[in-house]
């Protein structure tokens, strides 16, 4: 696993652009081998995710290159064959390759995908979506058989149970090529839905209310590209370099966002004194050094409201507040990983019951030995890690460069004294 080393203190001041949805790039990916044609992407961001994904197209011997922000991939070879498990099992978004696999094969054997530990990520909405389009659905030791009959999938109405991001793309991947119509209702409406709807619908897909709660499918024979999709832009990369440059910025400017991404996120800093300007695709964060921030109040919801991912990387900033901050995740209750980590540091925070945690104000953090133990803990324990004093060494660093794009060179850029060792990606 990767380390990350970091001797804190320094401000930082300067500007910093934001690289491609993390939570795009992974279903646009197994999107793509549902094309008849090579795909091309730009703005993909340079993380682990997209190299694991990398290695599951090669098993399907579906090709690709990725160099400078751009990967192409060419499905028009693809052959079915078991996917890798390693890569499976370190790569929760690997279950995008069940709605893409049974759109593209009406069949798929995928082992039960991995990734960051927050607590129970059940996949029954995805089943129950497999299974009302006329899939069959076997689990067994942790492999999961989907098929379908010889008439294929059919179109179907979907009511989901509960809000799931997940199965709201997955199920729109099997639905794209299944005859007649398939309507989905208390769908989710991140933005990145609303980008793979785009990708699709310009291959041909008839995909209409994404980002709404119903979305209406029309199957199509097939699907091809003629044009590069440009991912969209980060919202939680944005969202960690703006705790980042609220905490120890003299001035830094977050480049290529999507103000309307960020409301939720950006409204709580304005409500803890933060003035920021806020312009058509950038953000700039003010120096506030010496200057009062007031503690807030978060709970966790489904877009629009404040996403569970940002949670963790705006808790080092809560503690330069001046009382006690409570986050409520009534997403992942579970997702507390970085608090012990945080203590470690001097930082005084609690975790309670109900996805409850409590921040104080902790005005000088220790340089510690820490663990990354998922993408945004590691988050929140560098930005901790820059406001330290003293160095700060961060174990288990994969996590963090499974969602971070060129973290090293965009911190360096802003001044930070971090150095990433022992990673493919450097």
Known sequence: MAKILINGGNRLSGEVTIG??????????????????????????????????????????????????????????????????????????????????????????????????????????????????????????????????????????????????????????????????????????????????????????????????????????????????TIIPDRIEAGTYLSLAAAMGDGITIKNVIPEHLESFTSKLIEMGVKLSINEDEIFVPSIQGKELKPIIITTSPFPGFATDLQQPITPLLLLANGTSTVIDTIYPQRIRHVVELRRMGADITSLEGGIIQISQSPRLIGSDVKAAEIRAGAALVIAGL????????????????????????????????????SELI
Not at 145 to 166: C, H, M, Q, W, Y
Not at 389 to 404: C, E, F, N, P
Request: charged share 20%.
């Open 20 to 229: 491609g949805a993390k939570n795009s790039t992974v279903a646009l990916i197994p999107a793509a081998i549902l094309a008849d044609t090579p795909v091309r992407f730009d703005s993909v961001p340079s993380i682990l995710d997209v190299a694991n994904l990398q290695l599951i197209l090669k098993s399907m011997n579906v090709s690709s290159h990725f160099q400078n922000g751009e990967l192409e991939i060419d499905p028009t070879q693809i052959k079915e064959a078991p996917l890798p498990k390693n890569a499976i099992k370190s790569l929760r978004a690997s279950y995008y390759f069940m709605g893409a696999l049974l759109g593209k094969f009406g069949r798929a054997t995928v082992t039960f995908p991995g990734g960051d530990n927050i607590g129970p990520r059940p996949i029954d909405q995805h089943i129950k979506g497999f299974k009302a389009l006329g899939a069959s659905v076997i689990e067994d030791n942790d492999v999961i058989f989907i098929n379908t009959s010889e008439e294929g999938l059919k179109g179907a109405p979907i009511f989901f149970d509960r809000v799931s991001v997940g199965a709201t793309m997955n199920i729109m991947m099997a639905a794209v090529k299944a005859k007649g119509v398939t309507t989905l209702e208390n769908v989710a409406k991140e933005p990145e839905i609303i980008d793979l709807a785009t990708f699709l619908n310009n291959m041909g897909a008839s995909i209409r209310g994404a980002g709404t709660d119903t979305i209406r499918i029309t199957g199509v024979p097939t699907l091809r590209s003629s044009s590069i999709h």
């Open 387 to 422: 406001i330290a004093g003293g160095q700060t060494i961060i174990d288990d660093a994969d996590h963090i460069l499974r969602g971070y794009d060129l973290i090293q060179q965009k911190l360096t850029a802003l001044g930070a004294d971090i150095k990433v060792i022992d």
